[in-house]
């Protein structure tokens, strides 16, 4: 079955700055290409982990820069500043957020991290979003570093364009360069291995939690 996202809302839940990026930022791309309106929360600007030498708010600077380069308009973007690797303490609060957001925004899809998230903020946006969100459709998206298991059960194709976009929008996160995983060669890699499982190029693989026609 093939199904084209065309004039949807589209809400990616970022549990910090590069989460949505790395996870989703060449299907954004498309998606924005085809005339979807999206919009990004990222939950923490990770203060207590920026590197020495540089500002408390560098990430919130890098998410705008990255959203941005990606095409999504910065009245879509919204920045939160829960403490990193805390969030199961903020549970009540960050529902109430992302009820708030599902009545202002109204999407029509959400994408959020997979439901074998080992990190504790990850699976917090996870579990919280699938509260505010089940009646809606809902995917979880590839984040490899942060699984022993990940569900390939949906798979969106994209262009060299886009998967080129995805990785221009992770370079802006200058703080973030001493990640393994912040690096084009990756990037690239692993959108040809989740291609090649499709006979595609390029893909992005997603876990399909919910979906709703």
């Not at 364009?161 to 060669?185: C, G, M, S």
């Amino acid at each position: 079955m093939k199904l084209e996202v065309i004039n949807q809302r589209v809400l990616i839940l970022s549990p910090h700055t590069d989460d949505g990026e790395l996870g989703c930022g060449a299907i954004i791309s498309k998606l924005i290409e085809n005339n979807n309106k999206v919009y990004e929360v990222a939950f923490s600007i990770c203060e207590d982990s920026v590197p020495v030498g540089y500002p408390k708010d560098v990430l919130a600077q890098e998410f705008r820069a990255a959203t941005a380069e990606l095409g999504i308009p910065e009245d879509n973007i919204f920045i939160k500043n829960y403490p990193v690797r805390k969030f199961p303490a903020h549970r009540q609060e960050i529902l109430e957020d992302l009820i708030q957001l599902r009545n202002k925004i109204k999407p029509d899809i959400i994408f959020m991290p997979c439901s074998n998230a080992l990190h504790q903020d990850h699976k917090t946006i996870y579990e919280e979003g699938l509260r505010a969100f089940k009646h809606f459709t809902c995917f979880g998206y590839d984040l490899p570093w942060d699984t022993t298991e990940f569900s390939t059960t949906a798979f969106f194709k994209v262009e060299e364009k886009n998967v080129a976009k995805k990785w221009n929008a992770l370079d802006k996160y200058l703080t973030q360069k001493f990640r393994t995983y912040i690096d084009r060669e990756f990037i690239f890699g692993l959108a040809r291995v989740r291609g090649a499982q499709i006979s595609e190029k390029y893909a992005e693989a997603f876990e399909l939690i919910r979906i709703i026609f």
